[in-house]
C-alpha cells in the first residue's frame, strides 16, 4: 500500500510531512514555528497556519481528532485514485482514437477497473 505522503504532487507538501514525522520520531512531538518557517510558498503556509489555528481554537478530544485526520486521509487518497482515473479515461481514448494494440487498451482498462475497486473500498 502506498503511504500518505505517496498522494501528493507537491514536493514542498511532501518536504513538511517528512519533517513532521522526523521531528515526531525525535522529539515527540511537532515543533510549528520551525515548520512555517520551511514553508517559502506563501499560500502553502498560509493554509498550514489556519489548519493550527483551527485546531487550537476548536478543543476537540484526541478520538475527534483522530476522525478529522482520518477523514481528511480518505479525501486525500480518494483524490489521488480520481486523479489516476481521468489519466487513464485518457490514456484509454488516445488508445481508440490512434487504434493501438488492443492488448494496451486491456491493460489500461484493467489498471482502471483496479482504480475505481480501490476508490470504491474507501468507506
Given amino acids: 500500500t502506498k503511504k500518505m505522503l505517496d498522494f501528493f504532487t507537491d514536493l514542498e507538501v511532501k518536504m513538511i510531512g517528512?519533517?513532521?514525522?522526523?521531528?515526531?520520531?525525535?522529539m515527540g512531538k511537532v515543533d510549528l514555528p520551525s515548520l512555517l518557517e520551511k514553508i517559502t510558498n506563501e499560500d502553502l503556509k498560509q493554509v498550514f497556519r489556519r489548519g493550527v489555528l483551527d485546531k487550537e481554537s476548536q478543543n476537540l478530544s484526541e478520538s475527534e481528532w483522530r476522525r478529522v485526520f482520518e477523514d481528511g486521509r480518505k479525501r486525500i487518497h480518494r483524490?489521488?485514485?480520481?486523479?489516476?482515473?481521468?489519466?487513464?479515461?485518457?490514456?484509454?481514448?488516445?488508445?481508440?482514437e490512434k487504434g493501438l494494440k488492443e492488448s494496451d487498451k486491456v491493460n489500461l482498462l484493467s489498471r482502471y477497473q483496479q482504480v475505481v475497486k480501490q476508490k470504491q473500498e474507501i468507506k
Avoid at 79 to 96: F, G, M, T, V
Wanted: aromatic share 4%.
Fill in 79 to 96: 483524490n489521488y485514485l480520481e486523479s489516476i482515473e481521468k489519466s487513464l479515461l485518457l490514456q484509454i481514448k488516445s488508445c481508440e
Fill in 18 to 26: 517528512l519533517e513532521m514525522i522526523s521531528q515526531c520520531q525525535q
